[in-house]
């Protein structure tokens, strides 16, 4: 048992599992190759785009396990930003995520399930009012952030269940179109020519529907046996996550053209209906809005351990590091982030550029966060790494390398618009700097930066 104020160890390996692949999968692989397929008309550059996107991810995946292992501490990016380059990037990644990126995530989730769940009890063609549809966005925030206050174990648990009920629903429309499907397999593999602005916006979207994968580092400090365990929860989620895409992909194409994908808000749901009806399609409904909940799940979960990580170390107000004394979870934290993520929830309009903001924000400290490998190899060699990185250094190279070029993608899609929103989200992280110097010289906040 963890000591008083302290978080427990209560996460084991099936439960980090559950976090990776319930985090990752939310409404992207269910609602982008509609987006995917208004913009870029060639199936064999989209599964390309997949396939790149997918071993892009693996490998920041398999870099992030060598770090994890090295330093098992609740709060991951943050933790490993601190040990590479000091208090001043930790401090600016840190509050970003407990004031914009974090909530925003939140608010834009539960505004997605609230809209699928109401969808259940209206009638067609019929929209449910701005304040009910507030308001089970709101009550969806409250029940989550109760939930994991109460224990790392029930938060947990309801991902595993949540989890099982998403992996199912792919899996078992995979089947479907397997065992009943009468498709074509010249739409999998017809061509159209690819602009580079369609091929740019559609890597956009293949990268928003991976995000996530890093979130089990956020609560490294909180599994098991960590230095035994981490990495294969790490390798094993993001395995069965790009096998997951990769088929669930294949299996949209085989069924109908891109043309009709492009057409269609919700891929999966379609299919269910071509080939089991309604009653198909309803159930699909059903496991696409569990989906949604259990992505929101895993955001309240994983990331409110950074603002107490933060806290902890003397960077950010005392508050947001307390531990609940009976339920060993960092209640403050979890409380903060979700009243800013209610309040975001009236600012509707502004969800889909708020997004992009940081959704590149978050990708761009990934990436410091990747390459704080080759930093760590230098500056502390000797440390204990139960795991090493496979392949090093082309492995966490791919990585920085790939995902710089997709979010140049992203930023050059947006600009192409005129729409500079990834690039004014940079700018307002890059301030951050000076408000740490701020801070440092008001809270007198440590300058160690040093490697635990």
């Not at 208004?38 to 790149?52: F, N, Q, R």
């Not at 949540?162 to 792919?170: H, N, P, R, S």
């Not at 299919?271 to 059903?286: F, S, T």
């Amino acid at each position: 048992m963890a000591p008083a104020g302290d978080l427990r160890r209560a996460i084991g390996f099936w439960g980090g599992v559950a976090i990776v692949v319930g985090s990752v999968i939310g409404s992207g692989i269910f609602r982008t190759p509609y987006e995917i397929a208004k913009v870029l008309h060639d199936p064999p550059v989209i599964l390309g785009l997949w396939v790149l996107f997918g071993i892009v991810s693996l490998c920041g995946a398999l870099t992030l396990a060598e770090l994890a292992t090295l330093l098992p501490k609740t709060g991951g990016t943050y933790v490993y930003l601190r040990a590479a380059y000091g208090d001043s990037s930790a401090f600016v990644f840190g509050w970003l995520y407990l004031l914009v990126a974090i909530p925003s995530g939140m608010a834009a989730l539960s505004t997605v399930f609230s809209e699928r769940l109401l969808e259940f009890f209206t009638p067609p063609a019929t929209d449910p009012s701005m304040l009910l549809l507030r308001g089970v966005a709101i009550g969806t925030i409250v029940l989550l952030s109760l939930a994991n206050i109460i224990g790392v174990r029930f938060g947990t648990a309801i991902q595993g269940v949540l989890t099982i009920v998403k992996v199912g629903a792919l899996v078992s429309m995979i089947a479907v179109v397997v065992a009943l499907g009468h498709g074509d397999w010249g739409h999998v593999t017809a061509r159209a020519p690819a602009s580079p602005g369609g091929v740019a916006e559609a890597a956009k979207n293949v990268i928003f529907t991976y995000n996530a994968w890093v979130y089990i580092s956020l609560v490294a400090g909180e599994v098991t046996d960590v230095e035994r365990r981490l990495k294969g929860i790490i390798i094993t989620g993001m395995s069965v996550i790009i096998v997951l895409y990769l088929a669930a992909n294949v299996a949209y194409f085989y069924m109908l053209p891109v043309e009709a994908m492009a057409s269609e808000q919700i891929v999966a749901r379609r299919v269910m209906r071509d080939i089991l009806g309604n009653g198909g399609a309803g159930v699909m409904g059903a496991c696409i809005m569990a989906s949604v909940f259990g992505a929101l799940n895993g955001v309240v979960l994983t990331k409110s351990r950074v603002a107490y990580a933060l806290s902890r170390d003397g960077l950010g107000f005392p508050a947001l590091g307390r531990c609940h004394p009976r339920f060993a979870t960092p209640y403050v934290s979890i409380l903060v982030q979700g009243a800013v993520a209610i309040a975001l929830i009236f600012w509707l309009k502004d969800f889909k550029r708020l997004t992009t903001y940081f959704v590149v924000v978050e990708w761009t400290a990934l990436i410091f966060a990747i390459a704080a490998v080759f930093v760590l190899r230098r500056k502390i060699p000797d440390a204990p790494r139960p795991y090493r990185t496979p392949l090093y250094p082309w492995v966490p190279l791919f990585f920085v390398v790939g995902t710089t070029l997709g979010l140049a993608a992203i930023v050059w899609s947006n600009a192409r618009n005129r729409d500079f929103a990834p690039l004014i989200g940079l700018g307002i992280a890059l301030s951050g700097f000076p408000v740490y110097w701020i801070w440092k010289r008001k809270y007198n906040a440590p300058q160690s930066g040093r490697a635990p």
